[in-house]
């Protein structure tokens, strides 16, 4: 493939949606095709994926029916929309990938990191990101933003010690793959943000010769 993945991860809170955002408008006006997803979702089936993930009224949800459900939406985006802008050249950039369903599903609701890590491996091919920006909160903070923006949706409404467990486990992957993941530090002005990420997605770029 001939293009460049980028994704997004980090606590619901941390502003990942808004840097993503930024970037694809950043790239788009340095010249290059990019196009912005969010997971789950980004095609016809994985918004309706979304719904019932995200619906408050399904709290009696298993946590095996849940991974299931990420992994089903994960697999329409990649083979409908990602690998097809990927092989095109293009520059795809994700709110979330598969990061977050080893951090959601295999930390902290406990499933395990390699359950997820196979369960996945069907549903996306083998595809991982080239780049990753991990977007670095204390989970207190990103549970103060999530109060103040929106009503909160049945993921975002677990209890603290979830959240605390997804923490940790973005910690722990993003030393796990630093030549992968950069971690950017959340809790600073909007535009310092967007610059630090612009300015690691040229260097990026520069090296792979895009």
Do not use: W
Not at 72 to 100: N, T, W, Y
Not at 152 to 171: I, P, S, T, W
Request: charged content about 30%; proline content about 3%.
């Amino acid at each position: 493939m001939s293009g460049l993945f980028i994704t997004f991860e980090g606590n619901d809170g941390s502003g990942k949606s808004t840097q993503a955002k930024l970037l694809k408008d950043y790239l788009s006006k340095q010249g290059f095709c990019v196009s912005l997803f969010r997971e789950p979702g980004g095609t016809e089936i994985s918004e309706k994926i979304r719904d019932i993930i995200l619906d408050n009224a399904y709290y009696k949800m298993k946590h095996m029916t849940e991974a299931y459900l990420y992994a089903a939406a994960r697999c329409q985006l990649v083979h409908e929309k990602i690998m097809p802008a990927l092989k095109g050249g293009q520059i795809v950039i994700c709110d979330r990938f598969l990061d977050s369903s080893l951090v959601y599903q295999g930390i902290g609701r406990g499933l395990g990191v390699d359950l997820i890590e196979d369960l996945n491996r069907y549903a996306t091919g083998g595809l991982k990101p080239d780049l990753t920006f991990f977007l670095h909160l204390d989970p207190g903070e990103a549970m103060k933003r999530r109060i103040e923006e929106r009503e909160l949706d049945r993921m975002e409404n677990q209890k603290a010690y979830f959240h605390n467990r997804v923490y940790r486990g973005f910690l722990e992957i993003a030393e796990r793959e630093p030549m992968r993941i950069a971690t950017i530090e959340a809790n600073r002005p909007l535009e310092a943000i967007s610059k630090e990420i612009a300015g690691l997605t040229d260097r990026f770029i520069n090296e792979r010769g895009l």
